[in-house]
């Protein structure tokens, strides 16, 4: 059974949204804090984390921080009213993997979690040769020369969509689509800085990502 960890301080909405995610057979674990929060995950090592960003004692923002410290496998969601463009941008740039705006349908959430886990499910074992880089989803891995770098959970999605269209182009709204769940200025931004990062980590100097103006990109 997946473990999913509730971090909220609306006690009173947290608890409906509990029991409507177990309903759907997951075992749900909820803190009132982000300090709360921070200590169960430690103990706890959910699956996936649903993170509200207003809270006291300690921001979502500063949970998600540490976590990616020294786990890059659990997936994040931000749950938030806050939807300015650079709370959202911030967000990504702590490797959340979503960012869902309040209020929302407990079904569209259920949605996105369900799709979360089936994409993780359907990536294990599949490996890909780039190049002289061998690149595994399943371990969000890039290994060169000897040598093994770890992409964030967005960054794998991202590269293992243009590693399944090798040599041909992919449009913007197709990765964003997939990745993000909407074709959104704020996260075709937070595309673009995920694909300077992947760039960076791609030391193969056999392996190129090109931009293709107003359409897309490729790897070849």
Do not use: C
């Given at each position: 059974?997946k ?9 009173k909405?947290?608890?409906?949204l509990?029991r409507?995610?177990?309903?759907e ?7 009132q804090?982000g300090k ?24 979502g923002f500063?949970?998600a921080?540490?976590?990616r ?20 941008l911030?967000?990504?740039?702590l490797?959340g993997?979503?960012?869902i ?7 569209e ?6 799709e ?6 359907t ?8 190049g002289?880089?061998l690149?595994?989803?399943n371990?969000a891995?890039?290994?060169?020369n000897?040598?093994t770098?770890?992409l ?12 399944q ?7 913007r709204?197709?990765i ?9 200025y ?12 992947i ?8 392996v190129?990502?090109t ?6 990109y490729?790897?070849?």
């Open positions: 059974m473990k999913i960890l509730l971090v909220d301080d609306d006690i909405n947290s608890m409906l509990k409507f995610i177990e309903a057979g997951y075992e749900v674990t909820y803190a804090n709360v929060g921070l200590e169960i995950y430690k103990d706890l090592r959910p699956d996936l984390i649903l993170l509200d960003i207003n809270m006291p004692e300690m921001n500063q949970v921080r540490t976590i410290e020294s786990d890059r496998r659990v997936i994040i969601f931000f749950l938030t009213d806050r939807t300015d463009k650079v709370d959202r911030y967000g990504f740039k490797k993997n979503d960012y705006p309040k209020p929302f349908y407990p079904e959430l259920i949605a996105k979690i369900q979360r886990f089936e994409s993780d499910i990536s294990q074992d599949v490996e890909y040769q780039l002289k880089t690149f595994r989803p371990l891995s890039l290994t060169f000897g040598e770098h770890t964030s959970v967005r960054q794998t999605e991202i590269l293992s969509i243009l590693a269209n090798i040599g041909k182009v992919v449009d709204e197709t964003l689509n997939a990745v993000w769940g909407d074709s959104s704020a996260n075709s931004l937070a595309l673009n800085v995920q694909i300077t990062y760039r960076k980590l791609l030391a193969d100097p056999s190129t990502i931009s293709i103006k107003k359409k897309g490729i790897i070849n």
